[in-house]
């Protein structure tokens, strides 16, 4: 195990030192492929649900946005499984290429590191919406959050250029190759590539988002100014309580990944114990993006009725009404059912309440 860096080259590596052993050559794929079957159905009900509510034309909300990226995120990085199925069922063989090997890793990587730029950015627009609702409402727009995206999907591109330019092919016994991050001097740079990617995806970001939820809970506790309507207060509540629960999910998944890392860096022969922990902390990385569309419909009310108005069809019929402003001619309108039925009945009443 030369270095660690991204789960297709770190299951490579980890997998050929304990090669043969019985949770790397069924247990694993099995769990990683529960993980990338759950994942891939969750997030895409969450795209097409916010994807729905846009078609029928609904106020797209700043939330929607970042939910929406962070779900295309979450698919893309499920979307490298397979590959990384193939090389735990081949022992570290990689059969699709160099040009693959490079695309995918960079995937791989970036995808970590867009989901952690995202769910920053998320904790900074709960702290708007919160300790400031109507100063900088201005700020809090759907084209502002877009703006956002971008911006994170640019940054984090440029912090991944070593993925794109060391991601290749390694040779491995018996004339396979694997693919792997072929850093020019492995001794020092993967210790310098190590804290590269630690600080940047994982401890500025944790330290950003800390920093902001713990102002967001000083506001809360020490607020005496004028507060919004109580909808909205409640509405804001809700949003940052699953921001919270989606922030804390993604720490925790990944947490062991980046300490197991940083704990390599002193580890010279790792053991068959320390294997399979790195291996569980892999499947806890991709396991976070299987959970956020859970974390979605267990927390959020609102995405619930989304949901069950974007998968349930709605019967709807033509009625003729008549206009009175337009010179007696009539309009013909789409009304739901139950609408026509309780139109017609009040209808009803008027004429009999005439008639007496």
């Known amino acids: ?113 867009v989901s952690t730029y995202i769910l920053t950015a998320m904790t900074l627009d709960r702290y708007l919406a919160t300790v400031h609702p109507i100063r900088f409402n201005y700020v809090r727009t759907p084209c502002v959050a877009a703006l956002v995206i971008s911006l994170v999907w640019v940054l984090s591109l440029l912090t991944i250029i070593p993925v794109w330019m060391y991601a290749g092919l390694m040779p491995l016994p018996d004339g396979l190759v694997g693919c792997a991050l072929l850093l020019p001097n492995p001794v020092t740079d993967t210790y310098w590539f190590t804290l590269y990617q630690f600080f940047l995806a994982f401890a500025l970001p944790l330290a950003i988002i800390c920093v902001v939820f713990f102002k967001i809970l000083q506001h809360m506790s020490t607020s005496v100014a004028p507060l919004p309507p109580r909808s909205l207060r409640v509405r804001t509540r809700k949003v940052t309580r699953m921001a919270v629960a989606i922030c804390l999910a993604f720490f925790i998944c990944w947490a062991p990944y980046y300490i197991l890392q940083l704990v390599h860096l002193g580890v010279q022969n790792p053991s068959l114990a320390f294997s399979f922990a790195y291996n569980i902390a892999i499947s806890m990385g991709y396991a976070n993006s299987c959970i956020n569309p859970f974390l979605y419909i267990i927390l959020s009310e609102t995405f619930k009725k989304q949901f069950l108005r974007a998968v349930r069809p709605v019967n709807r019929k033509f009625r003729v009404n008549p206009s009175t402003t337009d010179g007696g001619s009539v309009n013909l309108r789409m009304a739901p059912e139950g609408v026509q039925h309780e139109a017609s009945s009040r209808e009803l009443i008027q004429a009999n309440m005439a008639a007496h």
């Open 1 to 113: 195990m030369d270095f660690l860096n991204g789960s297709l080259e770190d299951a490579n590596s980890s997998t050929s030192a304990v090669d043969g052993a019985p949770h790397c050559s069924a247990i694993l794929p099995i769990i990683f492929g529960i993980i990338c079957l759950l994942g891939i159905l969750g997030n895409c009900i969450v795209i097409y649900t916010i994807m729905k509510k846009t078609k029928c034309r609904a106020k797209q909300t700043v939330p929607d946005i970042f939910i929406f990226n962070l779900s295309i995120v979450d698919l893309l990085f499920l979307l490298g499984m397979p590959f990384l199925i193939h090389q735990l069922l081949g022992n570290g063989a990689w059969h699709f290429g160099a040009t693959m090997c490079t695309v995918i890793t960079a995937l791989d990587s970036n995808s970590q590191i």
